[in-house]
Every structure is written in structure tokens, then in C-alpha cells.
């Protein structure tokens, strides 16, 4: 990632400054984001607001062994289950002895959802974490279950489907706010999604 030029937050994409000490909403992102699609955050990043346009800046992180070990303490404690492996976190030395923490965050198997903060869930709505209404936890909960039809079914393969219909529904999945990227994908990259 080039970090002279920060982009917008987005649905796999979000900062937290966490300049000191981890932040309570930093455990709703793991969990939106092990939820949804999984996503990447980044810690040392702060969001400013001039003339009503929205950008960020890297400030760094004052004692990353410190956040780090606090992090690591701290996760096993706060949300139920993770995704996140020591290989998914990464320090980030940039000039001036600026220091970020990159955390690879990624989408929690079906049988392990939903993936709860401190009691509460979290799913990724664009670049915003929102508490699970009972709708989404309902969905999540359905499709953890183990006794779907949900094998794959032996030689069948892409030439079964009906490519017409599959691109109707990206077209109409890709109009969704936060999903406008969905309808650069392939075809297979986008079932796959």
C-alpha cells in the first residue's frame, strides 16, 4: 500500500488511530469484518476533515511492541473466535520514525459465525461497522448450521449454470452502496464472493 497517498476507507478497508492504546471500536472492525468479507486495518492512522473533505494521515503508533501486546492479550478475551494469525499482522516503518500496524483481518468460516465483540455482532456495511440487527444475526446463524445443502455436487461445473442470470444479479449486487466493485469481477470471481 502506498502510504503517502491514503485511500478512502471502504468495505475491506478501514483506520484507527490507536495512537496510545487499542480503541473499543477497533474489536467491532475484527468482527464486522471476520462477519463479512474480512478487510484490512490499519493502526496509526488518523482521519481529518478539511473544508468538509475527508482524508488521511499517518501518525503513527507510540510503542508498537506495546499495542501489539495488547492486542494479543487482549483478543482471545473480546471476540469469540478469530481469524487473525501472528503471519496477519504486520509493522509498517515508514520515514520520519513513523510506525503502523497492518492487521490482515480475514472472513470467518460459515460454521464459526457469527464472530461476536464482547457479546455483540458486527457486520461491515460499506466503510462503516454496524451492530448486527436481528435480521443479520438470524442469517448468520442459519448458515452456520452444518446440515445445509451445502456440498458440492460431483461433475458439475460452471457450464451448468446460467451465465445470464448470474450476470443480472452481479449487475444488480454491484448498484448496492459498498458493492459497486463487484461488477469488475469475473464470473467466477464473483460466485466465489
Not at 144 to 154: A, Q
Request: charged share 30%.
Amino acid at each position: 500500500m502506498d502510504y503517502t497517498s491514503l485511500p478512502n476507507e471502504n468495505e475491506h478497508l478501514e483506520y484507527k488511530s490507536n495512537q496510545s492504546k487499542l480503541s473499543k471500536d477497533l474489536w467491532e472492525t475484527i468482527s464486522a469484518f471476520e462477519n463479512t468479507d474480512g478487510g484490512l486495518l490499519i493502526l496509526g492512522v488518523d482521519e481529518v476533515t478539511k473544508n468538509g473533505i475527508k482524508s488521511f494521515i499517518p501518525l503513527g503508533i507510540n510503542n508498537t511492541q506495546q499495542v501489539l501486546d495488547d492486542f494479543w492479550s487482549t483478543i482471545g478475551n473480546t471476540i469469540n473466535y478469530s481469524t487473525i494469525k501472528n503471519d496477519d499482522v504486520k509493522c509498517i516503518n515508514l520515514e520520519d520514525d513513523i510506525s503502523l500496524i497492518e492487521i490482515t483481518v480475514h472472513e470467518a468460516t460459515f460454521n464459526k459465525k457469527p464472530i461476536y465483540s464482547k457479546g455483540s455482532a458486527y457486520v461491515r456495511k460499506g466503510a462503516v461497522d454496524i451492530k448486527a440487527k436481528k435480521e443479520d444475526l438470524q442469517i448468520l446463524l442459519r448458515d452456520s448450521r452444518d446440515d445445509l445443502d451445502t456440498k458440492v455436487l460431483p461433475n458439475y461445473s460452471m457450464e451448468d449454470l446460467n451465465l445470464e442470470n448470474i450476470k443480472e444479479y452481479q449487475e444488480i449486487i454491484s448498484k448496492r452502496s459498498g458493492y459497486e466493485s463487484y461488477k469488475d469481477y469475473s464470473t467466477e470471481a464473483f460466485l466465489k464472493k
